[in-house]
């Protein structure tokens, strides 16, 4: 079986199930040798090691460097991160960053492919929203050099705010399309994506989800030898490149040309194969939901979907016609199931709702027990009876005191992506909205163009979102004067997804020293008067700056400068503790939600009412705690 790191296990899918694959595509020909008992990537040199343990997010980045990819940008967003992470230890091979976001990282790609060179972007599923404007023109022009695009749905939304299917995009954009069921289709996929990018002229999805992205299974990557494909010559072509109305309905007519070609492409696709089996259901299954079908109807025949868009319809209707009924499962929207039934391949709708949320061997057991009246096979089951552990805000984290001073102003708080998304949750609940990166601006300046009551209306984001799409926003607060307070809780870093370097860092991806971007200045510069600097731990500051700002009547920007805890191991000069003679029970300190506090001893002999007490190996000596205590029972430990 497989490794996954939190979740449900998967099959091992064998390495190199189709060995045809590496007939079709040089870039995954290479002698095997013995497995390694435990994974070698962190040495990006492969040695004797031809075979590895590797997530998808991992085997994506060998790919890159296996099948000559020259340039690679992203913008890191979970479960995409890791794979730039990682294609960042073959710096030397691959130019590679952190775009300031997924619009910039997807141009970049353009560019690199049109001057003729292999180009890789990564993000997960909402970051190619953000992408899709230069994408769908990228799709008119066609790439030169071999273009790969990851992108990384989430289901069931372990860190997102939607679940959509980015499938239907493919589509939309006219691309190829492959969804990887393990690692080692990733790899594979990868490879043969920068190749057929440069045969057809066209931009690759590779589409990963959050469990084939952290799972990890064996890949064999070949001689692990890169693979320096030629720079193919630029040659100016205006017609071609220069987008502009009288070119793009030539352009338009080579698109529905390329269509039919990739059409007939993923008919012949080793990627795309019908697996033998007894009985007369027959399942049409992609990505990681093949690994459950064939876990819980291991005996049924499968057609595996691969190469999905487009979709190989008369392979389908070939595997249609030899079962009595055809059971298609897909992760998240039916997709390949409504392309089916419109070529007119019956498809059985099933009562089991598979569609919401994302699928695993329960779910589709329950689907079993519908269509076969027999009882699933057994599965692993979670511990029952476990505590419930909310996510909160981190002990000392920068961002605390700022939630407490705006619930304490009753601000209406337009809130953003991040770690300060957790603002919203008790006890702080000090954030209104939450729409997507860069929205907290534009929603205020709508919330007070609406004419909101409430006239403390603020919008907050961290310090990587206002490079990624905040800065327009500020930019249209300070040119159409909206009096609204910005507030940017500057940590220094990407914090959420794992601590990424962003502009204002000071640090490339590489860890190359870069000018270490000042958002007051920014601020300054697009002509907002009213701008300060604070710190995050004096919460007497905070409430007067904040109060100022909020009743100004005028556009405001506070920056609030401190370290993430986690990043810099940051910590006091001293720990509080809590003298439980003084303590009343009153439940203030509880207030401003710090993991740190804690349940002390009872005040009543009821238990209704509790004393607080500082666990001593987590408090960072933030002190806010001590300045909310108006009885004086918090003070430090010297």
């Known amino acids: 079986m497989g490794i996954e790191n939190g979740g449900n296990l998967v099959h091992l899918a064998g390495v190199c199930k189709a060995p045809e694959m590496r007939t079709a595509f040089p870039a995954l020909r290479g002698g095997a040798r013995v497995l390694q008992s435990a994974p070698c990537f962190a040495n990006p040199d492969p040695g004797p090691c031809m075979k590895k343990l590797l997530s998808a997010n991992q085997a994506i980045a060998w790919a890159a460097y296996r099948a000559g990819c020259r340039v690679a940008a992203a913008y890191p967003g979970t479960p995409s991160t890791e794979i730039m992470e990682h294609i960042a230890e073959f710096a030397g091979a691959i130019n590679c960053e952190w775009?300031?976001?997924?619009?910039?990282?997807?141009?970049?790609?353009?560019g690199a492919s049109l001057a003729g060179t292999r180009a890789l972007v990564a993000m997960k599923h909402v970051g190619l929203n953000v992408a899709m404007d230069p994408l769908m023109t990228f799709t008119y022009i066609g790439a030169i050099g071999g273009m790969v695009i990851i992108n990384a749905d989430d289901p069931s939304l372990h860190s997102s705010q939607n679940e959509q299917d980015?499938?239907?995009?493919?589509?939309f954009a006219k691309c190829l399309l492959f969804e990887p069921a393990d690692s080692q289709e990733a790899y594979d996929m990868v490879c043969a994506g920068f190749e057929l990018s440069e045969k057809y002229q066209v931009p690759v999805i590779v589409r990963t989800t959050t469990r084939t992205a952290h799972t990890s299974t064996v890949v064999d990557i070949g001689s692990g030898e890169r693979s320096e494909t030629p720079v193919i010559p630029y040659v100016k072509n205006a017609q071609r490149n220069v987008a502009v109305p009288a070119h793009g309905r030539l352009m338009r007519f080579a698109v529905e040309k390329r269509?039919?070609?990739l059409r007939a492409l993923t008919e012949e696709s080793p990627f795309n194969r019908a697996d033998s089996g007894t009985g007369d259901i027959g399942f049409v299954a992609s990505g990681v939901a093949y690994q459950y079908v064939k876990e819980v109807f291991p005996t049924a025949p499968v057609f595996k979907v691969g190469l999905s868009y487009p979709p190989p319809l008369e392979k389908i209707r070939a595997f249609a016609a030899g079962v009595q009924r055809l059971v298609v499962i897909e992760e998240s929207d039916p997709v390949l199931a409504e392309q089916i039934r419109a070529a007119g391949i019956p498809v059985v709708e099933p009562k089991t709702e598979l569609h919401m949320m994302e699928l695993d061997p329960v779910r589709l057991g329950a689907l079993r027990a519908e269509l076969l009246g027999t009882p699933p096979?057994?599965?692993a089951q979670p511990e029952t009876g476990l505590p419930v552990r909310p996510p909160v805000l981190c002990s000392g984290c920068s961002h605390r005191g700022a939630f407490h001073i705006l619930a304490k102003l009753k601000a209406t708080v337009?809130?953003?992506?991040?770690?300060?998304?957790?603002g919203s949750a008790p006890p702080l609940s000090a954030m209104d909205t939450c729409v997507c990166m860069g929205?907290?601006?534009?929603t205020a300046i709508g919330m007070r163009k609406a004419g909101l009551p409430n006239q403390r209306i603020a919008a907050v984001m961290g310090d990587s979102t206002f490079f990624h799409s905040g800065m327009t926003g500020l930019l249209d607060v300070a040119y159409n004067n909206i009096p609204i307070t910005v507030m940017v809780f500057d940590n220094r870093i990407t914090a959420m997804t794992g601590h990424q370097e962003n502009p204002g860092s000071g640090h490339t991806l590489l860890g190359v020293e870069s000018p270490a971007?000042?958002?007051a200045d920014i601020a300054r510069t697009f002509g907002i008067q009213r701008v300060h600097e604070v710190e995050p731990y004096d919460l007497a500051n905070l409430e007067k700056v904040f109060k100022e700002c909020l009743d100004c009547g005028e556009p405001a920007v506070v920056v609030v400068r401190g370290p993430c805890v986690l990043h810099v191991k940051w910590a006091g000069k001293y720990i509080n503790t809590v003298d439980e003679v003084k303590c009343t029970a009153c439940g203030s300190c509880f207030r401003i939600g710090c993991?740190?506090?804690?349940?002390?001893?009872?005040?009543?002999?009821n238990g209704r009412l509790f004393k607080a007490k500082i666990d001593p190996q987590f408090c960072t000596g933030c002190n806010l705690c001590a300045q909310v205590c108006k009885f004086g029972a918090i003070s430090p430990v010297k």
Do not use: F, H, W
């Not at 980015?166 to 589509?171: G, H, I, T, V």
């Not at 993991?595 to 002999?605: L, N, Q």
């Open 99 to 110: 775009s300031v976001n997924e619009k910039v990282a997807m141009e970049i790609g353009i």
């Open 166 to 171: 980015n499938r239907s995009l493919a589509k």
């Open 259 to 261: 269509s039919q070609a």
């Open 377 to 379: 096979p057994p599965t």
């Open 414 to 422: 337009c809130g953003d992506i991040g770690c300060y998304t957790l």
């Open 439 to 442: 929205a907290a601006i534009g």
């Open 517 to 519: 971007v000042n958002i």
């Open 595 to 605: 993991p740190t506090i804690v349940r002390g001893a009872p005040k009543d002999a």
